[in-house]
């Protein structure tokens, strides 16, 4: 099942079918709600979606993050992809020369989450570094607190497509921690919808890929990371409680700006896109915004 918030006079969780949009907000008053109801809720969306049309198409509608203002920051994982590590490795101004034994883990501020079509801000003033990254983000359906991997998958609601817009610059200039680089305000397209897990069979096999301008930057596999799925929310939960609608990043594969030769950063008037299979894809376009006044 999809299930995606978009704007149609004010905001609304709706369930996608056949390229239009069942209006599941007499319901549910957010994605927020649904995902907190669980199965139970989550059966109750089915039964609308199949017993009634669609109150749009899709491209009259405005699609909206999924959960457009999360509960707390966004969870994110780095140097998930060998491949990806090892593109950097020299380039990243003595950080992580070696790769981590666990998860390198960092967050997003709930203001850097956007929509799948909204515009990635670029301020020159901040950083003209600004680089892409295509991941397969997980959605947490059950709350849980240091969850078995054997026991993580039942804790997934579903799964979205993200793009970690990235600072280098500022990324490297605070003492090794990735906050600031990482936290710039629209720097977390999310969309364009939620698919629910059991729409996903195996999460361990799905493709990755980044285009910027239509041109393909990044072409991987979610079997190639380091630390897959069930042994991140193991990890994460471990003495930290998972809350329902947690949102976490899953890392990028090889193929960033930063790393190709010569560095190819993101400027005003470039639209980039991710995909990933199963879920879909998101297009953001790069536009000048002042952020830093």
């Known amino acids: 099942m999809k299930l995606a918030t978009y704007l149609d006079g004010r905001p609304r969780v709706g369930a996608v079918v056949d390229g239009g949009v069942v209006d599941l907000s007499g319901r549910f008053g957010s994605m927020l709600e649904l995902i907190e109801g669980g199965g139970e809720a989550l059966e109750e969306a089915r039964a609308v979606a199949a017993g009634s049309g669609p109150a749009a198409r899709l491209d009259e509608v405005r699609l909206l993050?999924?959960?457009?203002?999360?509960?707390?920051?966004?969870?994110?994982?780095?140097?998930?992809?060998?491949?990806h590590f090892e593109e950097g490795r020299g380039r990243r101004e003595g950080q992580g020369e070696?790769?981590?034994?666990?998860?390198?883990?960092?967050?997003?501020?709930?203001?850097?989450?956007?929509?799948?079509?909204?515009?990635?801000?670029?301020?020159?003033n901040f950083s003209e570094k600004i680089d892409y990254e295509a991941e397969l983000a997980v959605v947490i359906g059950r709350s849980g607190r240091s969850i078995p991997a054997g026991?993580?998958?039942?804790?997934?609601?579903?799964?979205?497509?993200?793009?970690?817009v990235t600072a280098r610059d500022v990324q490297r200039r605070h003492g090794g921690q990735w906050l600031k680089g990482k936290g710039m305000d629209g720097s977390c397209p999310l969309g364009?919808?939620?698919?629910?897990?059991?729409?996903?069979?195996?999460?361990?096999n799905l493709q990755v890929q980044c285009r910027v301008n239509g041109v393909q930057k990044?072409?991987?596999?979610?079997?190639?990371?380091?630390?897959?799925?069930?042994?991140?929310?193991?990890e994460l939960s471990l003495a930290m409680t998972l809350l329902p609608g947690d949102v976490l990043l899953t890392g990028t594969p090889e193929g960033v700006g930063y790393a190709r030769t010569p560095p190819e950063f993101l400027r005003p008037g470039d639209e980039v896109t991710v995909y990933v299979e199963g879920v879909g894809e998101i297009s953001n376009r790069v536009v000048e915004k002042n952020l830093t006044r």
């Open 192 to 204: 364009p919808w939620i698919v629910t897990a059991d729409e996903i069979p195996d999460v361990q």
């Open 65 to 83: 993050a999924p959960i457009p203002q999360p509960r707390r920051n966004v969870f994110c994982m780095g140097w998930n992809y060998l491949t």
């Open 218 to 234: 990044q072409n991987s596999n979610t079997r190639f990371m380091v630390f897959p799925v069930a042994r991140l929310i193991e």
């Open 151 to 164: 026991e993580a998958m039942d804790h997934v609601f579903g799964y979205t497509a993200a793009n970690d």
């Open 98 to 124: 070696e790769l981590p034994e666990y998860p390198t883990f960092f967050d997003k501020p709930t203001t850097t989450v956007i929509g799948p079509h909204d515009d990635i801000p670029f301020d020159p």
